[in-house]
C-alpha cells in the first residue's frame, strides 16, 4: 500500500511542479488587452480569444492529474485496517504499558536541593 501512496504522491509533486512552470510560461489576457488600446492589435477584448492553445491543453491536463491523484491520495489517507475503530483507542492502549515499563531515572543537581 505504501508503494502505491508513493507513486501517487510522485506523480502529484511532479503534475504540481509541471502545472506552475507551464502557467509561468503563458501569457495572460491582460497581455492582449493592453495591445487593444496602444499598439498593436487584438482579437477580442473581453470575449474568449479563439481555441486552446498547446500550453492551455497541457496544463488542464496536468490539472486533471492533480487534482486526481489529490483524490486517491484522500481516498489511501482514510483507509484504516479491519480491527482499528480509533486512532485514540490504539494510543490508549500503548501508552500505561510505555509508561509501566520506563525505568526511574534518579534526580540530580538543582531537584535534590530542598525549597523550605
Not at 486552446?52 to 482514510?78: D, E, H, I, K, P
Amino acid at each position: 500500500m505504501s508503494y502505491v501512496v508513493t507513486i501517487i504522491l510522485t506523480v502529484q509533486m511532479l503534475a504540481a511542479i509541471t502545472m506552475i512552470g507551464l502557467i509561468l510560461v503563458q501569457h495572460g489576457k491582460g497581455a492582449d488587452m493592453g495591445a487593444a488600446f496602444g499598439s498593436g492589435s487584438s482579437g477580442s477584448l473581453f470575449g474568449a480569444s479563439g481555441s486552446a492553445n498547446f500550453l492551455s491543453r497541457t496544463t488542464a491536463v496536468c490539472a486533471t492529474v492533480f487534482f486526481a491523484c489529490t483524490l486517491g491520495l484522500a481516498y489511501f489517507g482514510n483507509l484504516r485496517p479491519a480491527g482499528s475503530s480509533s486512532v485514540l483507542q490504539g494510543a490508549a492502549v500503548v501508552a500505561p504499558a510505555a509508561a509501566v515499563s520506563a525505568p526511574a531515572v534518579p534526580a540530580s543537581g538543582a531537584a535534590q536541593i530542598p525549597t523550605n
